[in-house]
């Protein structure tokens, strides 16, 4: 079981919420890493100067999948099933496996992706 992280989860992150650094913390020191993918960490990456110590303290403890074309397609079907727009929130529902966790702030439109993916996945909001 993995937790897949999306932009508002880092957001979360970032802004020192005790609760999701909980999960975060949790489910790296279970040994089961939690991930992510490439468009996600664009969202939310600014250059970890500063203000983003946080942001630069999670991202090693996440892996990073590279958003190529296969998960792009697997992202394009989700949208097409789904109706819904936001490819970067297609392709955190594409990176998760059944009995996975999606960790999100936007459960509205992470709940339609999920249930066009046809997969038990959880929907956390954060």
Request: without cysteine; proline residues 5%; neutral net charge.
């Amino acid at each position: 079981m993995t937790l897949v992280l999306d932009a508002g989860a880092f957001l979360r992150l970032e802004r020192g919420d005790r609760a999701t650094w909980r999960r975060l913390e949790n489910a790296f020191e279970a040994g089961a890493r939690p991930l992510t993918h490439g468009g996600v960490v664009a969202q939310v990456w600014r250059g970890g100067e500063g203000r983003q110590a946080l942001l630069a303290r999670a991202l090693p403890m996440v892996g990073v999948i590279p958003l190529d074309d296969q998960l792009g397609r697997r992202a394009g079907l989700l949208l097409a099933r789904s109706g819904t727009a936001d490819a970067v929130d297609a392709a955190v529902v594409a990176v998760a496996r059944p009995g996975d966790r999606i960790l999100t702030s936007d459960p509205d439109d992470i709940d339609r992706l999920v249930e066009a993916s046809r997969l038990d996945i959880a929907v956390i909001p954060v």
